[in-house]
């Protein structure tokens, strides 16, 4: 087992090509553990020879893959299919710990190829998949070298592996970090929320959060926020009989002021303007 404690923070890794390789056996080239500050970066522009499984235990880490970044937060899996361009890292000022395979041999490509098919690239980890354990468990097989290691090897990669090939298909809807965001200021549009709450929900930084999202997205978090402020005051507006102070408390704004002047600015009209109209049109509309 080779360790080392560097800049970047801490690492374990076994190599498992010594091993004896059989047909018949899950085997893997390298696995292990690292510990990870900000300083922690992988590019590989023309993807990996073999497939990464990433088992998030600590903190967050961030995925880019296919054009779209993922967060991998503690208690997620990741696997990262070969041969796809990829990017990885321990997000500004934060820490990620996580364990990582890459596999070997007709049997494990095989199996992970079944699952790379779907294009499924994130999943949450199931609890009672103790992979901690598990890779615990596989590393010291892999130090002590007994004649059975090769079986007790494949007997370990068998249970990550089924175990992760349940939980990225079992979480069909992968979120990427923009659709993070997204769901995050959805369900708190009504509250303060500033940008640092957002990225910090995401553990990332503020920089980061704004590019990736104006990338995917077309506009910065901030101006996704008051278009869905509006968007519901609209509706509000048009359905119910609430007052505009009313509605710029409900839908977040600090003042009326502030809601009037973001309505018209993005409407044309005045709140109460648009009320009036949407009111005759309907009226039309019924006769």
């Avoid at 590019?43 to 998030?56: E, F, K, Q, Y």
């Avoid at 991998?72 to 934060?94: D, E, F, H, K, M």
Wanted: with cysteine.
């Amino acid at each position: 087992m080779y360790s080392v404690n560097g800049d970047f923070g801490e690492v374990r890794l076994i190599s498992g090509q010594s091993f004896q390789q059989s047909n018949g056996l899950f085997s893997l080239s390298v696995a292990g553990w690292h510990k990870c500050n900000d300083l922690y970066k992988i590019s590989r522009p023309n993807g990996n020879t073999a497939h990464l499984l990433i088992i998030t235990v600590g903190g967050c880490g961030l995925m880019e893959i296919n054009g779209k970044e993922y967060s991998l937060p503690s208690g997620s899996v990741a696997l990262i299919p070969r041969g796809i361009p990829n990017r990885y890292q321990t997000p500004s000022n934060g820490l990620w710990e996580f364990y990582w395979i890459h596999p070997s041999g007709s049997i494990s490509e095989q199996f992970l190829d079944s699952i790379a098919q779907k294009g499924i690239y994130t999943g949450t980890a199931s609890p009672d998949h103790a992979y901690r354990a598990l890779m615990e468990d596989l590393i010291s097989v892999c130090t002590r070298r007994t004649p059975q290691a090769a079986i007790q090897i494949s007997q370990k990669l068998g249970y990550i592996f089924h175990f992760a090939a349940i939980d990225l298909q079992g979480n069909n809807a992968v979120e990427t970090v923009t659709e993070r965001a997204i769901a995050y200021i959805e369900k708190n549009f009504s509250k303060s929320i500033l940008l640092e709450d957002i990225a910090s929900h995401l553990f990332i930084s503020t920089t980061h959060l704004i590019r990736v999202f104006k990338k995917e997205v077309g506009c910065t978090p901030h101006k996704y926020l008051i278009n869905y402020r509006l968007l519901i005051g609209a509706d509000l507006l048009k359905f119910s009989q609430l007052s505009i102070d009313e509605i710029s408390s409900r839908v977040g704004f600090s003042s009326p002021s502030q809601f009037i002047s973001c309505f018209k600015q993005a409407r044309g009209s005045t709140p109460n303007e648009f009320r009036l109209k949407f009111s005759r049109n309907s009226g039309t509309d019924q006769q």
